[in-house]
């Protein structure tokens, strides 16, 4: 049995409803259509230049598959990225969402993202860094930015695995995506939960879970 068959198999014995994001980072698209053909229609990226490189333009991929960047953004790579991505999921200041919105206006598109929060106040960590500055971010977007749609919230759990570490966090991420999801019930994504702690995540009440390894193996 494939890695994809494997874990979709696992994740659907947690959770009927939580969405699989598999992450391809650093994995040939061989490996992509490999899962693909197991089921697979969801891919994340961290990296907009090995993403473009890798997958086929937009229009031309296989029949359903979507791309999501899920690593940080920096804003001159903005327009790149909403070239090939059908979500960003790792926003992470005002002044990108700016740039989004700017950028998918002269572009003449829409694009889905979630706002990334710093759940475990590790300093190397990208995501806001308080419930209240992603808030004020949610708002900012369903008020001004007609471009953006705001789909929830992702986080990274801790730095390696520590079962109460993650719990907090988990919980603290659970907390603020309940104040996200009662400015718009469209913000219905909690995006939490890689290989090590997927588990966990599901049970603190995630929608979706980005695995990479699990699935492809180790990277290089
Ligand atoms: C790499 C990555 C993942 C997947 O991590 P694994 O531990 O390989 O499952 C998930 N989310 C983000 C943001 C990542 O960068």
């Known amino acids: 049995m494939t890695g994809y068959r494997k874990v979709h198999e696992e994740v659907r014995a947690h959770s009927d409803s939580a969405v699989l994001v598999a992450v391809s980072k650093m994995h040939p698209y061989e490996a992509v259509l490999d899962a693909y053909a197991d089921g697979a229609r969801i891919f994340g990226e961290n990296r907009v230049q090995e993403a473009e490189s890798k997958f086929p333009p937009m229009g031309e991929r296989p029949e359903g598959m979507k791309l999501y960047i899920i ?24 002044q990108l969402i700016e740039k989004i919105e700017k950028e998918a206006t002269v572009m003449g598109r829409q694009i889905e993202v979630l706002l990334e929060l710093n759940s475990s106040e590790e300093e190397q960590k990208a995501g806001f860094r308080s419930a209240d500055e992603l808030i004020e971010a949610g708002k900012y977007i369903l008020s001004s930015c007609p471009h953006i749609i705001l789909k929830g919230l992702m986080t990274v759990g801790p730095l ?18 309940g104040k996200l999801n009662s400015l718009s019930p469209d913000c219905d994504v909690l995006s939490m939960g890689m290989s090590a702690d997927w588990q966990q995540a599901l049970a603190a009440g995630s929608t979706e879970v980005r695995i990479g390894t699990a699935i492809f193996g180790a990277r290089n």
């Open 160 to 177: 390696g695995y520590d079962e109460e570490k993650n719990a907090k966090a988990f919980s603290f991420a659970h907390t603020v995506f």
């Open 71 to 94: 690593g940080q953004l920096q804003r001159n790579k903005v327009k790149r990225a909403l070239q090939i991505a059908d979500r960003i999921e790792s926003v992470d200041s005002l």
